[in-house]
């Protein structure tokens, strides 16, 4: 997903305070000056920024840093702290009306990805909170985009209302309501047409839905690589409508998606969903904190969680990571864990959720179909090299043997052995940081944060690595 | 008088130059503050006024790293210079500004044409920016120019993408060759490239499906286009534009690299240039990678697309030096 890169930044400007006893303003600034820097980079807003740095550098210099802790923790502490805090508490649900059907619309500017957004939306509200939807096409502007969401619908078997392009929206949506009610479904969702937030016109039609729809829910739905403008769009659709929420696509892109963190702290308009990728189904619940985590490089071991449990037997995927967080984990279960990450949907949006693995992921080194050359190596190692990966690690005429039973390289096989034993390390420690975790582990050992290309090249245990001691 | 006031001191440059700024001049009325109330209210020239410089060459989404390189350029030249008073500040930025983009060289975007036969038009881009209708657009243009148009439906995956583009042909009056939603979209180009030469179109338009630049799958589709257009036009009659949106942050870096490196390309349409984006980021391309801008997306008419100009471009982000 997004933010490895801002991970990466953040991790490079923690590193330097890291490993030191004590914590001088000296440092807090250097560090402050590089999270500045890679929050831009994110494209979150100027002047969230600077708030967001200010805020950070009192906390940091406050008394709370001298209760005697390493002031490397305190200080991961409270940037994790103020970033969840920056894209809001908790994730906000849609609110249903109890009587009568609950009405969303979908607003943003051209190309957001509102049409798309609306069938997947649709689709997700059915499959989890059992409503029958029906999509209300109130584009009449763009050429065929009546088409889309007709296509749109028909995959997802939702049915669409349209009255072709030569009636006024107004018209539509009425009319559109009517017959929802009369065939009872309770769920309706309106797509409005792409525009400008400073098209006075086409704003004015956007309030006049609203008030003909009652519409409980408006969404605004954003371009997750929308730069600092994302702020003026925001807000002044929430000026002329009150949006509700917003819905963040296009996230499985590279983006580090900033503009989340901006309009949230803007607006105050809570982040609902967030799109992730171009199939119907690719649709999810927006978690700030889960977010956040991510920003720090703990990857989402939740988000894992949460997928594997809806896609897959929930016993086979908590034993799955339970041995994963204790760090007994050997190549049988990496093996059927393959398995079920190809179940679960495309192997590279996974393995962004695992942590420290993300760079990894994003550096186009890793396609799909390294899964089935993973698969190829595991299976040509033998049961007890399965079950006891130390042996291979020590004996490098095993490891020949495996590359040319793979065939597969060297290497190869050397990245897998060296893959695994990171992942062991690092889910043991994610298993262990939390925000609770962290105030007891005042005084112990604080997981060390691997850097994540160091994954690739397979060699030096936890070299350039950013360990908090 | 100062460089901007000199190139556009004549009335038909400027009367050209205001489309641009209709669309770019909002953000500068709103929350963001311009640049002629920061050089006039700085008494003199200090950090806080870099900083300030600063900010606002950031909201305009020029990017960390090109603005910092650019900040450091003027402190460079007011030392050079020894200039004291801000205000002399706008010639400096403006003429930097310039350099940053034209980077010394004569930056030619003329399509180049192949006389006498077909020229491949070829636009790709991340989801949502705007390809099908800058070739709506563009085939628009480039008819009343006197050249025969035909467009290319490769986008086969987004729902009614094939249509969208059908309705635009009909619009431009133009041909649309189309196979139905899935079908390959290398086949879709090498059958209107076929088409077109058959009919001695003078240029086809190809649209492609939008594609996010980290799914290796759909990069590696898009390179297996570019190969089949290579193979039946050869490479100099051939352009690829990326559309990059200009609300577009700086995502669009990484955009353009990884595109250039599946498929060469030829410049930038910057689409969506009435909103209160700047689409600074396509100077932060130009800077780092060295992508020019060819083409600007003004609005949603048919006639809302013009030839890009550096000289228009910065009239329109500083244009209340004129107010």
Known sequence: MAFENLTGRLQMALRRITGKAKLTEVDIEEMMREVRLSLLEADVNFKVVKDFTSEVKELAMGEKILKGLDPGQQVVKIV????????????????????????????????????????????????????????????????????????????????????GIDVNPRQIVEKGLKHAKEQGYDLIIIDTAGRLHINETLMDELVDIKKISKADEIL????????????????????????????LTKLDG???????????????????????????????????????????????????????????????AMSMMEKMMSGKFNFNDLLKQMKMIKRMGAFSGILKMLPGMGALANSGKVDDKQIVYIQAIIQSMTEEERKNPELLERSSSRRNRIARGSGRSTTEVNRLISMLEKQQAMMKKAANFSPEAMEKMAGGAMPSMQNPTAVSKGKGKGKGGFRLK | MGIFQKLFGSKEKRLKAEKYKIGMEKTRRGSLSSLKDVLKQSK??????????????????????????????????????????????????????????????????????????????????????????????????????????????????????????KIWGERVGCEVVAKSEGADPSAVIFDAIKHAKEAKVDVLLCDTAGRLQNKVNLMKELDKIKRTIEREIGSSHYETYLVVDATTGQNGLSQAKIFQEVTKLSGIVLTKLDGTA??????????????????????????????????????????????
């Open chain 2, 278 to 323: 700047k689409g600074g980021i396509v100077l932060a391309i130009r800077n780092e990678l060295g992508i020019p801008i060819s083409f600007v997306g003004l609005g949603e008419k048919i006639d809302d697309i013009d030839y890009f100009d550096i000289e228009d471009y910065i009239y329109g982000l500083f244009a209340d030096f004129f107010e």
């Open chain 1, 254 to 316: 590279d983006t580090r998606g900033g503009a989340a963190l901006s309009i949230r702290k803007v607006t105050g308009v809570p982040i609902k969903f967030a799109g992730t990728g171009e199939k119907l189904t690719e649709i999810e619940v927006f978690h700030p904190e889960r977010m956040a985590s991510r920003i720090l490089g703990m990857g989402d071991v939740l988000s894992l969680i949460e997928k594997a449990t809806e896609e897959i037997d929930e016993d086979e």
């Open chain 1, 80 to 163: 994790n702290d103020e970033l969840v805090k920056l894209m809001g508490n908790e994730a906000v649900l849609v609110d249903f009306r109890q009587n009568g059907p609950t009405v969303i619309m979908m607003v943003g500017l051209q190309g957001a990805g509102k049409t798309t957004t609306a069938g997947k939306l649709g689709a997700y509200l059915r499959k989890n909170h059992q409503l029958k939807p029906m999509l209300i096409a109130a584009d009449i502007y763009r050429p065929a985009a009546i088409d889309q969401l007709m296509t749109v619908g028909q995959k997802l078997d939702i049915p669409v209302f349209q009255m």
């Open chain 2, 44 to 165: 003199k020239i200090d950090e806080a006024l870099y900083d300030k410089l600063e900010e606002i060459f950031i909201m305009a989404d020029i990017g960390v790293d090109t603005v910092v390189g650019f900040v450091s350029e003027l402190r460079k030249e007011v030392k050079k210079q020894e200039i004291s008073s801000p205000i002399a500040l706008e010639n400096i930025i403006v003429d930097k500004m310039f350099e940053l983009y034209l980077k010394g060289e004569i930056v030619n975007t003329n399509i180049r044409y192949n006389e006498g036969g077909l020229t491949v038009l070829l636009f790709v881009g991340v989801n949502g920016t705007g390809k099908t209708t800058s070739i709506g657009k563009l085939a628009h243009k480039l008819r009343k120019e006197g050249k025969s148009v035909m467009m290319a439906a490769g986008d086969t995956f987004r729902a009614g993408a094939i249509n969208q583009l």
């Open chain 1, 220 to 247: 605004l739905t954003v371009d997750a690589m929308t730069g600092q403008d994302a702020v003026n769009v925001a807000t002044a659709f929430h000026e002329a409508l009150d949006v509700t929420g917003c819905i």
